[in-house]
């Protein structure tokens, strides 16, 4: 879990969900919703945190893009235009909900692909990570 592999971004499995979960914090409930201003967790953080605690930061990320899916079509597509909440410094982008929630989710699924290799590169036969062949 928090065994560090060289070839990955983020080279633990705890690191690459940590940054997974703040990524849609970051987006979604800092950017879109403004529901917080220090979504990233702090690099001197990481090092103590627990599985159960990777598991409450997806929770809350799991909050945000339920409360996301509240919006209306019109909303999603309407571009939100300001500087990113969580820099110091940057200029404005314009980004729209819908292309964010299409970010992270890819965003995921990327790091969900590297999480897997990692588990094999330990010498761990990963589940299928597949949605086609698992059950509902």
């Not at 983020?10 to 800092?30: E, K, M, N, P, T």
């Not at 500087?83 to 940057?90: L, N, S, V």
């Not at 989710?105 to 999480?115: A, F, R, S, V």
Request: hydrophobic share 40%; glycine share 6%.
């Amino acid at each position: 879990f928090t065994r560090e592999l060289d070839g990955f971004g983020f080279q633990s499995v705890r690191d690459s969900l940590i940054h997974v979960a703040d990524c849609y914090i970051a987006w979604i409930g800092s950017f879109i919703l403004l529901k917080t201003k220090k979504p990233i967790t702090p690099k001197q953080d990481v090092v103590n945190l627990s599985i159960e605690d990777i598991r409450l930061r997806f929770e809350q990320a799991d909050l945000f893009v339920k409360e996301l899916m509240e919006m209306t079509t019109e909303q999603m597509y309407e571009p939100i235009v300001k500087k990113i909440p969580w820099r110091e410094a940057g200029d404005e982008i314009s980004l729209t909900p819908m292309k964010l929630l299409i970010h992270t989710i890819t965003h995921e699924y990327h790091h969900k692909g590297q999480i897997v290799a990692m588990a094999r590169k330990m010498g761990y036969v990963p589940p299928n990570t597949d949605v086609i062949g698992t059950k509902d």
